[in-house]
């Protein structure tokens, strides 16, 4: 089994920061790219940043230069700094992660829970 548990969610005013977590437990043999979506009410599920095995970066344009996602491989977890949050950041952040399991080949993507980031105006 595998399992990805995030933190770090909250209610902020605007201008605010927020850190989220999410760390991978179970038997993973490896872990290829982990990443951070979102959900807002009546929207669909965006992506919002991912980061590769090797440290290297992506994010969607309504977040760049405010959000900066970062991993520790020993840990097993991924971080979302979020910086000069903004009302439209409201949403529930998901984390998700490629893993591949010990004994099993296939890689597959893994979601957590969901964590609640609320941006009061």
């Known amino acids: 089994q595998v399992q990805l548990v995030e933190s770090g969610g909250g209610l902020v005013q605007a201008g605010g920061s927020l850190r989220l977590s999410c760390a991978a437990s179970?038997?993973?043999?490896?872990?290829?790219?982990m990443g951070w979506h979102r959900q807002a009410p009546g929207k669909q599920r965006e992506l919002v940043a991912f980061?590769?095995?090797?440290?290297?970066?992506n994010y969607a344009d309504s977040v760049k230069g405010r959000f900066t996602i970062s991993r520790d491989n020993a840990k097993n977890t991924v971080y979302l700094q979020m910086n000069s949050l903004k009302p439209e950041d409201t949403a529930v952040y998901y984390c998700?992660?490629?893993?591949?399991?010990?004994?099993?080949?296939?890689?597959?993507?893994?979601w957590g829970q969901g964590t609640q980031v609320t941006v009061s105006s």
């Open positions: 998700a992660a490629q893993i591949s399991r010990v004994g099993i080949l296939l890689i597959r993507n893994y």
């Open positions: 179970g038997s993973i043999f490896s872990i290829n790219d």
């Open positions: 980061i590769t095995s090797g440290g290297n970066t």
